[in-house]
């Protein structure tokens, strides 16, 4: 936990509607666009993920209104994979089926759904080793080994750290690289998933409290992203890192993989000498792609020099921290506990709806840097679901934008839990109003990929996201988060294993499903809260309830 950390990014004040606004969605509209986010033109020269603003592609920090300032959260229901077996913390693989939609007529009846709607990315993340990232205390970091752990409770000096996320898009709505770069998840393809390895780190020092300098800051973030697309040819199509890449480091190309909906995918991971590279085989269409976090690739580290004005890209090959996959292999300034899990990004899409028009904008920020709202005299959500818009509806784009599902929606993250991620619009076997699941089975580690993980788990960041809660006791945090209302949120997805479809035991996100083996209690299956140490400036460390986590055995094995 960070107790006293200075914000070295530029705020500027958000323009939010004057609908009822409650604490939950007031707590989210404290902050705003940051300076990187407002010069939209710098965007045609070096373009960067902004992580202070919520996106959706970012590793959820822990305690982030410290890190950063002010508040930022993404709720991430997870799966989490542990085994004693070396290599397993480094080399796995998974079968995948991706989600198909309904089709896209009547778009906006107020029961169906799509995936984008529910989810911006999911994604199989690892940590992963960068001597420039938090806690800045050990500049080493030997790849793949388990020497790495160590509990912040003990000392601060554990190595340097990233997390790598695997990300999957959905198609259909707004295209990139229009609104990625300002927050949340966009469509690569009207009909087309695509997919991108996106690596996380902090230019953090929690013993001393100090972030990069204000002109890196400004130029990469405080919480950074290498992102690359994955390619059938293995190379990104621009540099990756934050002060290399472009507007064709976010534009897809043909030299992307594309694949269809239900697809069923090979998805492996392993590290090179070059870095971790996951490689995605279609096999439905028989077309691969894969992606190395390289130099070659244009991954580099931002170097940590928190005086002076300096800052520099070093390039860098990015290996995977640890060589098993336990409840100790962490990475201690995230919210997440883990090393090897599946996460699907849910509550960064309201519905809205009304007589007034969004305007269509680049990244949606208006010409005074201001984001675009749901706007007075329109309504978010849609059916029995309608009220007025409120403090969290800002990022919106009219769905006139889009090329096949014209729906129109705000994206920042939704505090107030009563977006389309907190409605039944998920998976429920109805697929002519909602989405298929995204199914995935467990991974499978060994030299043969043929190695089962021992245990599996459940977790969500709740805790670290829900205004309710105080994460120093735990009092107030809920398996059922609350709305801006102050009432339970209507639905909160979960994960059930089925073995429909052949190919064995798989698991998937979203409601009961029919021919499910188990859906693990629902909400119950996420356990209970789990307690972890963090830094604390001078030192020393501070528990807190970022997550709750309920372990069993793996019950899905592959077949």
Known sequence: MYLTVTAAIAIAPVAISTGTVSQASTHAAEHTVTHAVKHTANYTKSMHINCAEASAMCTEVAHSNQVFGHYVGHDEPSMLFYSHKSGSGNHMSYNVTLPTDPSASDPNLPNKSYQFELSGADWFGMAICDTQSDPEQVK?????????????????????????????YPPGWIQWPTWRVAVGASSCSPTQWCAAMNIDSLSLDPVTGKTNNPTCLAKAGEEYLNFAFITKNGKSQAPANPLGSTNKTFTPGPEDLFMNPGDHLKVAFTDTS???????????TGVSGSMTASAANGFAQIKYAPTGTSCTAIPYNFHAMYNRSSTKTRV??????????????????????????IPATEFGLLA??????????????????????DGDD???????????????????????????????????????M??????????????????????????????????????GTGAGCTLIPQTDEGVPAQFYPFYTTTLKGGGGCKWQFGNDIPG???????????????????????GGSSPSYEDFRGLIPNPCPQA
């Not at 201690?332 to 028009?357: L, R």
């Not at 693990?520 to 963090?534: D, K, V």
């Open 332 to 357: 201690t300034w995230a919210a997440g506990s883990y090393n090897v899990a599946m996460d699907t990004e849910i509550g960064h899409f309201q519905f809205c709806t009304g007589p007034k028009q």
């Open 516 to 538: 499910e083996i188990s859906n693990y209690g629902q909400n119950a299956q996420y356990g209970q809260l789990l307690q972890q140490s963090y830094t604390t400036i001078g």
């Open 394 to 432: 800002f990022f919106c784009f009219p769905g006139s934008e889009a090329p096949l599902y014209k729906v129109t929606g705000c994206t920042y993250t939704n505090t107030g839990f009563d977006g389309a991620s907190y409605q039944r619009l998920w998976p429920d076997g109805n697929t002519k």
């Open 140 to 168: 080493t970091c030997p790849r793949d080994s388990d020497s790495n752990i160590l509990d912040p409770a003990i000392s601060p000096k554990h190595v340097g750290q990233a997390y790598m996320e695997m990300q999957f």
């Open 368 to 389: 005074n840097g201001n984001p675009t709202t749901c706007p007075n005299g329109d309504m978010e959500g849609r059916g029995i679901n309608k009220q007025k818009p």
């Open 274 to 284: 070059s870095g971790e590279k996951v490689t995605i085989n279609d096999l439905t």
């Open 434 to 471: 909602h989405p298929t699941p995204f199914q995935f089975t467990s991974p499978e580690t060994g030299a043969n990929y043929n190695e089962q993980y021992a245990q599996a788990g459940f977790e969500a960041d709740l805790p670290a996201i829900e205004s309710t809660c105080n994460s």
